[in-house]
């Protein structure tokens, strides 16, 4: 259960990430509102993960995961560009999150 928990965690990182980047510093209603009830719940999931799963292999992989995410979604809706570089560097934090699941 810890795991899923942390990746659903992971995934809400890359939506606060995201709300953050839209709320023009906070002066935009709705991602404001997205940010902070997103931010509030992937940290409590990562703090729930944190129970059963090691602190450094938690972070790691609820990092990975939001990291991945947010460069992917920012690539698919044009406001960054996508490379061939980018797109293995990010298969790469995905794979590496694998790995650590893998290995636990």
Same mark, same amino acid.
């Given at each position: 259960?810890?795991?899923?928990?942390? *990746?659903?965690?992971?995934?809400?990182?890359? !939506?606060?990430?995201?709300?953050?980047?839209?709320?023009?510093?906070?002066?935009?209603?709705? @991602?404001?509102?997205?940010?902070?009830?997103?931010?509030?719940?992937?940290?409590?999931?990562?703090? #729930?993960?944190?129970?059963?799963? @090691?602190?450094?292999?938690?972070y790691?992989?609820?990092?990975? +995961?939001?990291?991945?995410?947010? !460069?992917g #979604?920012?690539?698919?809706?044009?406001?960054?560009?996508?490379?061939? !570089?980018?797109?293995?560097?990010?298969?790469? +934090? *995905?794979?590496?999150?694998?790995?650590?699941?893998?290995?636990?």
């Amino acid at each position: 259960m810890a795991w899923i928990v942390l *990746v659903l965690s992971g995934v809400l990182e890359a !939506v606060w990430a995201t709300a953050l980047g839209k709320s023009d510093g906070f002066t935009r209603l709705w @991602p404001t509102v997205i940010f902070g009830v997103t931010v509030v719940a992937s940290m409590a999931g990562l703090a #729930y993960a944190m129970r059963t799963l @090691p602190v450094g292999t938690s972070y790691a992989v609820w990092v990975g +995961i939001g990291a991945a995410l947010t !460069v992917g #979604y920012a690539m698919v809706t044009g406001s960054e560009s996508a490379t061939l !570089v980018k797109l293995l560097l990010i298969t790469g +934090i *995905v794979a590496c999150v694998v790995g650590l699941k893998l290995v636990h």
